[in-house]
């Protein structure tokens, strides 16, 4: 036995030192990806004067890197994940769009990922935190047994997540893949399609909402906490979460991992549920930003990062942890639930100067708050280099000198330097994806947007999509909040970008 662990060792650790050798950056640092669900580029202080007070958040900003035009590939957040995970662009792929809670995982378990990349440089990885890009094999599958394959098959060595959204059932945790507190005669049924169980629904009994549905968005089927949910599930009743312990939940999950790691070499994925719907911060957040539950959301989003700045801290690590900030897509404000988002954020755009927001192809949907920090290494600036998160992938990469599989991640591009401030230059081209299939290109300032017969405002949420039926160019260099199409003005520069638009997407 110890002769096989001597022997494995022999194996592993000449791959590690060779990693560390190949980086320029060697003592490869500790990486937390911090990501915030359906943050808007004007939400924190550190971004806009009209943002809900965010010390924490502005604290890691002033330590590091401000990013101004940094993306999620995606205005929603299945495909966001899923490039951030892949180095794909998720338009490439059927059934990347906003997974059901019941989906099958959609991340192959055979190619480079972001945590697998980190795990060959001899890290130990984990995600805490929201999941949202599928479980098990299949839609059909049982939620009492093994839930697998999840992360931990495509490169997390420890997982502790929700399956989708918090809005969506099953309303559940599960460590690595098992449910968490599921008892043996309670067992888990999930159905999206009709009702299961005898559990009361937001339909049939609003007077037992905490918190009601918007009209038209659904979200009222399965109440789970007092809070009427997408999809119909039956049993695990002492499994489900209580809204306002999920951040507390996966900050002691977070800090556990850290703590335990605190010695060797780690890459965290730590994917917040705020300010998502439901927003339910935990009580004593409750009334304290003035701007309603989102508002509170925010704040308690700020806290956690907080409390993890604390405790690298606490534990020395400051100095050898690069810490990523980031949100999925842009900012909605009402999603499905009556939580006066609209009435409390009025005079305070939460996507800032940008025009449309979560679902949109228009800069509110993907240009989000982008923070990098790593103490004594990277000199604290405001960067306005194009970044995207699919370049995660590529960049880390270069960091820890593991070289990715020709074909993997290959619309990843390197910008390490950028991310640690050592030149402005990013990616000089950036495909942006809306709801559906809707996508945009930008090149050296300009936006091309191609004709598309979608919807021009979202009506159930009040946003505006980008789509109209003829081309639309902008110059974000001096029109960010894209408010003026050019396109008639400079047909050559519309041929130009939709032939790039083309070839991308042929590529
Ligand atoms: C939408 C939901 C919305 C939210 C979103 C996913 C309706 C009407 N709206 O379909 O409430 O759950 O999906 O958000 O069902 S995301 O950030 O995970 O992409
Ligand atoms: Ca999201």
């Known amino acids: 036995m110890y002769r096989n662990v001597f022997v494995a060792l022999l194996l592993v650790v000449p791959v590690i030192v060779s990693a560390q050798r190949r980086s320029k950056h060697a003592p490869l640092p500790n990486v937390i990806y911090i990501y915030a669900d359906?943050?808007?580029?004007?939400?924190?202080?550190?971004?806009?004067?009209?943002?809900?007070?965010?010390?924490?958040?502005?604290?890691?900003?002033?330590?590091?890197?401000?990013?101004?035009?940094?993306?999620?590939?995606?205005?929603?957040?299945?495909?966001?994940?899923?490039?951030?995970?892949?180095?794909?662009?998720?338009?490439?792929?059927?059934?990347?769009?906003?997974?059901?809670?019941?989906?099958?995982?959609?991340?192959?378990?055979?190619?480079?990922?972001?945590?697998?990349?980190?795990?060959?440089?001899?890290?130990?990885?984990?995600?805490?935190?929201?999941?949202?890009?599928?479980?098990?094999?299949?839609?059909?599958?049982?939620?009492?047994?093994?839930?697998?394959?999840?992360?931990?098959?495509?490169?997390?060595?420890?997982?502790?997540?929700?399956?989708?959204?918090?809005?969506?059932?099953?309303?559940?945790?599960?460590?690595?893949?098992?449910?968490?507190?599921?008892?043996?005669?309670?067992?888990?049924?999930?159905?999206?399609?009709?009702?299961?169980?005898?559990?009361?629904?937001?339909?049939?009994?609003?007077?037992?909402?905490?918190?009601?549905?918007?009209?038209?968005?659904?979200?009222?089927?399965?109440?789970?906490?007092?809070?009427?949910?997408?999809?119909?599930?039956?049993?695990?009743?002492?499994?489900?979460?209580?809204?306002?312990?999920?951040?507390?939940?996966?900050?002691?999950?977070?800090?556990?991992?850290?703590?335990?790691?605190?010695?060797?070499?780690?890459?965290?994925?730590?994917?917040?549920?705020?300010?998502?719907?439901?927003?339910?911060?935990?009580?004593?957040?409750?009334?304290?930003?003035?701007?309603?539950?989102?508002?509170?959301?925010?704040?308690?989003?700020?806290?956690?990062?907080?409390?993890?700045?604390?405790?690298?801290?606490?534990?020395?690590?400051?100095?050898?942890?690069?810490?990523?900030?980031?949100?999925?897509?842009?900012?909605?404000?009402d999603d499905g639930y009556q939580d006066e988002a609209e009435e409390k954020f009025k005079g305070h755009p939460p996507a800032g100067p940008l025009r449309g927001g979560k679902y949109s192809v228009l800069e509110g949907g993907t240009r989000v708050p982008f923070l990098v920090s790593w103490l004594g290494k990277i000199n604290p600036q405001v960067s306005s280099a194009m970044v995207s998160q699919i370049d995660l992938i590529a960049s880390f990469s270069k960091l820890l000198g593991q070289p990715i599989p020709t074909g993997d991640a290959s619309d990843s591009e390197n910008v390490l330097d950028a991310l640690l401030g050592q030149n402005k230059n990013g990616r000089s081209l950036l495909v942006e994806q809306g709801i559906g299939n809707s996508i945009a290109i930008v090149k050296d300032g300009w936006k091309y947007i191609p004709p598309n017969n979608g919807e021009a405002v979202m009506k159930l949420v009040n946003i505006e999509t980008g789509n109209l039926g003829l081309p639309q160019l902008y110059n974000l260099n001096e029109d960010i909040g894209e408010q003026t199409n050019l396109a008639t003005k400079y047909p050559d520069k519309v041929k130009e970008l939709a032939l790039l638009l083309s070839n991308i997407r042929n590529k």
Request: proline share 6%.
């Open 38 to 333: 359906d943050l808007g580029y004007g939400d924190l202080s550190c971004y806009s004067k009209n943002g809900i007070h965010t010390p924490n958040l502005d604290k890691l900003a002033a330590s590091g890197i401000r990013f101004t035009n940094a993306h999620a590939t995606s205005a929603t957040c299945t495909p966001s994940r899923y490039a951030l995970m892949t180095g794909k662009y998720p338009w490439r792929q059927t059934g990347t769009a906003i997974l059901p809670g019941d989906a099958a995982l959609i991340i192959p378990t055979d190619k480079t990922t972001l945590p697998n990349l980190f795990k060959k440089a001899g890290y130990r990885t984990a995600i805490v935190g929201k999941w949202h890009l599928g479980l098990g094999e299949a839609v059909a599958k049982d939620w009492n047994g093994e839930v697998k394959p999840g992360p931990n098959e495509v490169g997390f060595d420890y997982s502790f997540i929700f399956p989708a959204t918090a809005d969506r059932v099953p309303t559940v945790f599960l460590e690595n893949h098992k449910v968490l507190a599921l008892e043996a005669n309670d067992p888990i049924s999930v159905d999206y399609s009709k009702k299961i169980g005898n559990d009361p629904t937001g339909e049939e009994h609003p007077e037992l909402l905490k918190l009601k549905s918007s009209p038209g968005q659904g979200h009222n089927q399965t109440i789970v906490n007092g809070i009427g949910r997408i999809g119909y599930m039956s049993g695990g009743k002492l499994a489900h979460w209580t809204d306002e312990e999920l951040s507390s939940t996966f900050l002691a999950k977070a800090e556990g991992f850290i703590e335990d790691q605190r010695k060797e070499p780690f890459f965290l994925y730590f994917a917040l549920t705020e300010p998502h719907v439901p927003r339910m911060p935990a009580t004593r957040f409750k009334g304290k930003s003035g701007r309603g539950l989102r508002g509170d959301a925010i704040l308690q989003l700020d806290w956690t990062v907080g409390e993890i700045m604390k405790q690298l801290k606490y534990l020395g690590l400051e100095k050898n942890t690069l810490i990523v900030f980031s949100s999925d897509n842009g900012p909605v404000l």
